[in-house]
């Protein structure tokens, strides 16, 4: 007799033989985005239609790239699925860390967006699907540019952006000139950064790897970007990433947020922002150069080849970053609310069109950003805001520390960068990148 409590998944029916396949229970390593929210909570349809049962580990930025890398690194097996990016994603599967997904039924791989598509690929080959897709922008209160008799132009300079900031702030009540990320950590405050950098005409390495961490152009857009959060920043920056900027956004905390065109439907969504009614969308400001201004970044799923579970594995995959799932999800949480910036069917959509007004300002950005064209002079990485190297992830940490340090007054800008030089350089001398 078949248990049923052990075998709950998968009737068959073929030539009159019912087959039963076992139910597998798949654990799931993601970050507490609010699209990866919305995924844990329609999940549990997946379940119902497969038996299969899902244990969710939802993690901040930081301890999940910690956690994973750690994981995958070792060949731990603590997870079946895992949410990762753009950056690890080629590096990941060149190693043999992640299994190929270019074998799904009914998927349209040719709907996925050109760019996204080949972020996540090595030599042709997918080793991770798009989850949610996004380049970076400026968000900013329409009636408060109003009020004061601003207009944001389509293609904000860093200075202009000074400007309206230190006009906007009002601390006395609450509300902010500017919120920008200060959170330490690669994808944290170095992921914004490094976009003020490129624009600068900054890079992290010269054609001969060596590190140009202290040289002007990085100076200039640190020193910038800590006077800006010092006169016209909220208090405590230093512990602010996206999921905190956006939280005050939506809460009419802040005149202007530079950050994930992925937060548009969110801060928009009425059901989370105070302020949805009151947003205006633009590009990402620049400085002395637009190269590398915007950042180019995807949220993706990738199945460990460490997993016993891979049929289910993929299944779950498949149906999370398909377009049936993007429709339920308009359909349930509102269009407003669908995951961006990796189908081209999203955006001919009618429907998302009507609920998303910033629909093409957000592609646009995303099919504009060019990792293999993102600084004013020559490097020898592609990668906006991060550099395409195993080594990036300690190194944009370590880095993004210092700049925190800066930020906070305990130590100066040119200390910070020296510091951030000298074990970059150190880092990439042992690692045999400079001889």
Not at 180 to 189: D, P, Y
Request: charged residues 20%; aromatic residues 10%.
């Amino acid at each position: 007799m078949v248990g049923l409590k052990t075998f709950a998944a998968g009737l068959a029916l073929a030539s009159g033989v019912v087959t039963v396949a076992s139910a597998e229970n798949l654990t799931i390593a993601t970050v507490n985005n609010e699209d990866m929210i919305i995924m844990q909570r329609l999940s549990s349809k997946w379940e119902q239609q497969t038996g299969n049962k899902i244990n969710w580990v939802i993690l901040e930025e930081n301890v999940l790239r910690q956690k994973v890398t750690t994981d995958i690194a070792t060949k731990g097996g603590s997870y079946d699925i895992i949410t990762i990016g753009a950056y690890e994603t080629p590096i990941w599967g060149k190693k043999g860390w992640l299994t190929e997904l270019d074998d799904f039924k009914d998927y349209d791989y040719d709907d996925l967006l050109a760019p996204v598509k080949a972020g996540l690929s090595v030599d042709g080959k997918l080793y991770a699907v798009p989850f949610y897709a996004e380049s970076s922008f400026t968000m900013y209160r329409k009636d408060l540019f109003q009020n004061a008799g601003f207009t944001m132009p389509e293609h904000p300079t860093y200075d202009q952006i000074k400007q309206f900031a230190d006009k906007l702030t009002d601390k006395a009540n609450g509300t902010y000139g500017i919120c920008l990320r200060g959170k330490a950590g690669w994808g944290e405050n170095m992921a914004f950064l490094g976009t003020l950098v490129n624009t600068y005409g900054g890079r992290w390495f010269d054609m001969d790897w060596k590190p140009q961490l202290n040289s002007e152009a990085w100076k200039t857009a640190i020193s910038f970007y800590i006077d800006l959060m010092k006169a016209d920043g909220p208090p405590g920056a230093v512990g602010n990433g996206f999921n905190e900027n956006q939280a005050l956004f939506a809460g009419g905390k802040c005149a202007m947020w530079i950050d994930a065109t992925s937060a548009a439907g969110r801060v928009s969504n009425p059901k989370e922002s105070h302020v949805a009614d009151k947003i205006g969308f633009t590009a990402s400001p620049t400085a002395v150069t637009p190269n590398g201004s915007a950042w180019a970044w995807s949220w993706a799923l990738a199945i460990p080849t460490s997993s016993k579970k891979e049929a289910a594995a993929k299944d779950f995959v498949r149906w999370a970053t398909s377009k049936d799932y993007i429709k339920l999800v308009g359909e349930t949480e509102g269009w407003v609310a669908a995951p961006p910036g990796t189908r081209k069917s999203t955006y001919d959509n009618p429907e998302y069109q009507k609920a998303a007004p910033f629909a093409s300002i957000v592609v646009n950005a995303i099919l504009a950003a060019d990792p293999t064209h993102a600084t004013k002079d020559p490097v020898p990485y592609t990668g906006v805001q991060f550099v395409a190297i195993p080594e990036f992830q300690g190194i944009g940490t370590s880095v993004g520390q210092s700049i925190a340090t800066a930020l906070v007054g305990s130590e100066s800008v040119a200390d910070a960068l020296q510091k951030s030089q000298a074990s970059t350089t150190a880092t990439m001398t042992k690692a045999g990148y400079i001889k």
